[in-house]
């Protein structure tokens, strides 16, 4: 999957919310004075009128409560074998069955939800947090620096996003918090180009020409008036490179460069299940299942959210 291929690149950033900080905002979509139109729905009424986007926050949020809750929620210890119930099918006792030493398919889901979530939320937090005044930088000031910055950037993004991942994870070393600086150095070039794109639209708009005149300098417009309206696109692609970080974790701990035995993940679970397809399909199903069904809220809930950040949307 590229994280890069998303509605959120496709936005007008200048059209956003671009007069968020500019003058005339707090009328933007008021009636006048004499009650010529009504008032602008807000974002999360608009949000709420997406019974599709409603439905998919509703099962990310279901997700982050499981990773969050997991010790409680858990019937049985993710690590304890019992070679007593190896393979069971799915029953009362296990109700996803049990895998090749007998662990219950269940706990360790449910373990491996925050395993896996962390492995896709931190990374992308560090990349938007490294990318995003990069790309500010480099649409703002442009010249050399904006040069420098997006050459870097595309050489990064000829290689496909997994591809680095994968390279990187190699490099570093199997572990749970290699596989998070892999992923995060892989999503950089995303946002990088995305915090570009969209500070090169914002800063010809009429406002920002405005602070300009009023001898605002331009640190304090980059940061006062450009950066608050260049989030809406980048919460939208946070949304969708999230998903594509679940994936590539589960790719990486799959080939053994994530999370380690016997600790749960998805893509682990995956692993050691592709021995017993034959014998015990339940090991792959229930994984594959729950990584399917987190990557396609995710994606429809990023839709919603571009939907409703996006006036062309709206």
């Known amino acids: 999957m590229d994280p890069g291929a998303s509605g959120a690149g496709a936005m007008d950033p200048g059209a956003s919310g671009a007069s968020a900080t500019g003058p005339g905002a707090s009328g933007a979509g008021a009636a006048g004075p004499g009650g010529a139109g009504p008032r602008r729905p807000s974002a999360a009424r608009r949000l ?7 439905l998919a926050g509703g099962v990310v949020g279901a997700f982050i409560l499981v990773a969050i809750g997991a ?64 790309g500010l930088l480099s649409g703002y000031a442009a010249g050399w620096i904006d040069d420098l910055i997006m050459r870097l950037t595309d050489a990064v993004l000829a290689i496909p996003f997994l591809i680095v991942a994968i390279a990187l994870a190699a490099f570093l070393g199997p572990s749970l918090v290699n596989a998070m600086i892999a992923i995060g150095i892989a999503t950089l070039p995303i946002f990088v180009r995305l915090a570009r794109g969209t500070a090169l639209a914002l800063k010809t708009e009429d406002y920002i020409e405005a602070a300009r005149a009023l001898g605002g300098s331009p640190v304090r417009i980059a940061v006062g008036h450009v950066l608050p309206n260049m989030l809406p696109p980048l919460f939208i692609q946070a949304s969708l490179t999230v998903a594509a970080a679940i994936i590539a974790e589960a790719s990486l701990s799959f080939l053994g460069l994530g999370q380690q035995p016997p600790a749960p993940s998805w893509g682990s679970m995956l692993n050691a299940a592709q021995r017993y397809l034959s014998q015990a399909p339940w090991m792959a199903l229930y994984p594959g299942l729950t990584i399917f069904a987190i990557v396609v809220a995710l994606n429809v809930l990023g839709d919603g959210l571009r939907d409703v950040l996006d006036p062309r949307h709206g």
């Open 48 to 54: 709420l009128r997406r019974p599709s986007a409603m």
């Open 71 to 134: 010790a409680r929620l858990a019937p049985y210890e993710p690590n304890a074998p019992d070679f007593a119930a190896v393979r069971k099918a799915p029953s009362r006792a296990h109700l996803l069955g049990t895998d090749e030493v007998g662990r219950d398919v269940l706990s360790r889901l449910i373990w491996g939800a925050r395993a896996s979530l962390l492995a896709a939320v931190i990374p992308v937090l560090i990349a938007a947090g490294i990318s995003v005044p990069l």
